[in-house]
């Protein structure tokens, strides 16, 4: 359940990550949407190599992996939004703003 938990995050950031690429892909951009699986490998092989022998907070090697895994979704979806920037292409996803005639219709 606790990896479950550490990990969901990464969905989320794994979907964005997704639509900004597509983004790219529409641009003729593929390089960035292309290399961005590096860095989940990069991060993985970093947590078991540095993270695990020195056997900090963690008691077990899932537990550092599913903590790797985060971060690299975190990491993918910032060079992705760094790499939509340089393209011109910024992602705003518009905050949900709640109106009298929503506000009615909930009640």
Same mark, same amino acid.
């Given at each position: ?10 969905? #989320?950031? +794994? ?15 593929? +390089?960035?949407? $292309? ?13 078991? $190599?540095?993270?695990?022998?020195? $056997? ?10 599913? @903590? ?9 979806? %910032? @060079?992705?939004?760094? $790499?939509?920037? /340089?393209?011109?292409?910024? %992602?705003?996803?518009? /905050?949900? /703003? #709640?109106?009298? /005639? ?6």
């Amino acid at each position: 359940m606790l990896l479950t938990q550490v990990t969901f995050p990464y969905l #989320l950031f +794994m979907s964005l990550t997704a639509l900004q690429g597509g983004i790219l892909n529409s641009l003729h951009q593929f +390089m960035h949407a $292309a290399a961005a699986p590096i860095l989940l490998n990069v991060v993985m092989i970093i947590a078991l $190599a540095i993270v695990v022998p020195f $056997a900090l907070p963690f008691e077990d090697v899932a537990y550092a992996l599913a @903590w790797a895994m985060t971060v690299a979704g975190v990491g993918q979806f %910032l @060079w992705m939004v760094i $790499a939509c920037h /340089r393209a011109g292409m910024d %992602l705003h996803l518009p /905050r949900p /703003r #709640l109106t009298p /005639r929503c506000a009615s219709s909930s009640a």
